[in-house]
């Protein structure tokens, strides 16, 4: 089995920061992509930034210089590191991670998702 646990959402003002964390654990062989989602109320969810296992990111513009992505492979974590959060940035904030892992004598690979994060932002 495998799980994504993220932790580090919470209640900031506008202007302020907040770092989530995003950990796999399981039979896992290898992790390619991983990343953060997130979704508002009454929104799809969206796509805030990914990245792969050799360190290329990718962002979604409306947060691009204010978020930060990075992994640390060796933990199988992902972190982001949200900078001026705006009320806009209000949601839950989903970890995904495209992984391989190990059932029985085979590999699956998959997609993952963990059970999200709340990010409150008051203005």
């Known amino acids: 089995q495998v799980q994504l646990v993220e932790s580090g959402g919470g209640l900031v003002q506008a202007g302020g920061s907040l770092r989530l964390s995003c950990a796999a654990s399981?039979?896992?062989?290898?992790?390619?992509?991983m990343g953060w989602y997130r979704q508002a109320p009454g929104k799809q969810r969206e796509l805030v930034a990914t990245?792969?296992?050799?360190?290329?990111?990718n962002y979604t513009d409306s947060v691009k210089g204010r978020f930060t992505i990075s992994r640390d492979n060796a933990k199988n974590t992902v972190y982001l590191k949200l900078n001026i959060l705006n009320p806009e940035d209000t949601a839950v904030y989903y970890c995904?991670?495209?992984?391989?892992?190990?059932?029985?004598?085979?590999?699956?690979?998959?997609?993952?998702w963990g059970q999200g994060t709340q990010v409150t932002v008051s203005s």
């Open positions: 995904h991670a495209h992984l391989t892992y190990y059932s029985g004598i085979n590999r699956r690979s998959t997609v993952h």
């Open positions: 990245i792969t296992s050799g360190g290329s990111t």
């Open positions: 399981g039979s896992i062989f290898s992790i390619n992509v």
